[in-house]
């Protein structure tokens, strides 16, 4: 973890998750929720690192508001957002060429490597590391996830990882990757694990 940012997560986790909002529930309903959980209005987005705090609350706002299945696609699409921006202005454009020509397993690992020097932007003071079952897809795992923190859930809640890691993996690896969250603080576990396949 990089000491300097422990405790902040990158402002897409709110500027993403907003857009997000705005498309499913509509302006009025999303400001009700951004402004009671963060103080932003629509227009005020972060434009630096923001604390973690603020990010749970919004997802937890989001959580007491929304239905399950609506809760879910807000954050997955959120995170799809947050994939396509890293795309565009974070990952090199060799570096996506490489991936996309290398076979699926030795590109997932490329991504991953670059994943892990960046853990900072997205996991505030979480701990992450990748975990390895001989025949079972690598896993990304998350300890202490700011995203579900103070959440108690009957189900995986961290939708929003999880919409970024597998729309990352389809559109740089194969469109046949998926991401499912198998284990979530939130739902009682150790750690929020998710499981990478990308065969």
């Not at 749970?56 to 399950?68: E, F």
């Not at 809760?71 to 396509?84: I, K, Q, S, W």
């Not at 996309?100 to 590391?129: E, Q």
Request: net charge positive; charged share 20%.
């Amino acid at each position: 973890m990089n000491v300097a940012h422990a405790g902040r997560i990158g402002p897409n986790a709110i500027i993403q998750t907003t857009a997000a909002l705005r498309e499913h529930v509509g302006d009025p309903r999303a400001l009700a929720l951004v402004h009671g959980a963060t103080g932003r209005s629509l227009s005020e987005m972060p434009t630096e690192m923001v604390d973690e705090d603020e990010v749970n609350r919004l997802v937890r706002s989001m959580r007491a508001d929304l239905d399950p299945a609506l809760f879910e696609a807000v954050l997955h699409d959120a995170g799809c957002r947050t994939a396509d921006y890293l795309i565009a202005n974070r990952i090199p454009r060799a570096v996506q060429w490489l991936m996309r020509v290398l076979p699926a397993p030795v590109a997932l690992r490329v991504l991953l490597a670059g994943i892990m020097r960046h853990t900072w932007t997205f996991a505030g003071s979480a701990a992450v590391r990748i975990a390895r079952t001989r025949g079972a897809p690598l896993r990304l795992v998350l300890t202490q996830c700011p995203m579900c923190r103070a959440m108690h859930e009957p189900a995986p809640a961290c939708h929003f990882y999880a919409g970024t890691l597998e729309h990352l993996l389809q559109r740089l690896v194969t469109p046949r990757a998926r991401v499912v969250e198998v284990a979530c603080e939130a739902a009682g576990a150790g750690g929020c694990e998710f499981s990478l396949a990308v065969s």
